[in-house]
């Protein structure tokens, strides 16, 4: 095989890599794992606790749920805009106030301070969310 072909070869295997998700997540583990949330938030629409409720939360643009009172650092990361989709949560998941702080520019706290450390936790997480 020819160098040129090889590098095409290489860029090509990069570029199916690169669109395919590190780890495909599983709803059925991410419904006990929302266990552990579920002191917090409600799946359920319209239904607020401590945190948002996360009906539709997969897809849904910052700082619109209804009637809920969002946190100072969440809302000076709403402010230069984002929506809450798969890339944001598997980083928000990890560490919330490290990504509302990566977003807003500044120094900033979330009112959530439970961290998913596993890869599979998070993508099961967001599964499980996504069918919500």
């Not at 040129?4 to 998700?21: D, E, G």
């Not at 700082?63 to 650092?73: A, E, F, L, N």
């Amino acid at each position: 095989m020819s160098l040129s072909r090889k590098i095409a070869f290489a860029a090509t295997s990069l570029v199916i890599l690169a669109a395919v998700p590190a780890v495909a997540g599983d709803a059925a583990n991410g419904e006990k794992l929302f266990k552990r949330c579920a002191a917090c938030h409600s799946v359920d629409a319209g239904v607020n606790k401590v945190g948002p409720s996360l009906a539709g939360a997969v897809g849904r643009d910052c700082g619109t749920v209804d009637g809920y009172k969002y946190g100072k650092g969440y809302q000076a990361a709403c402010e230069k805009g984002f929506v809450s989709d798969e890339a944001f949560l598997t980083d928000y998941l990890k560490d919330p106030s490290a990504k509302l702080s990566e977003i807003a520019g500044s120094k900033q706290r979330s009112k959530m301070a439970f961290k998913l450390k596993k890869d599979e936790d998070v993508a099961d997480m967001i599964e499980f969310l996504k069918t919500k």
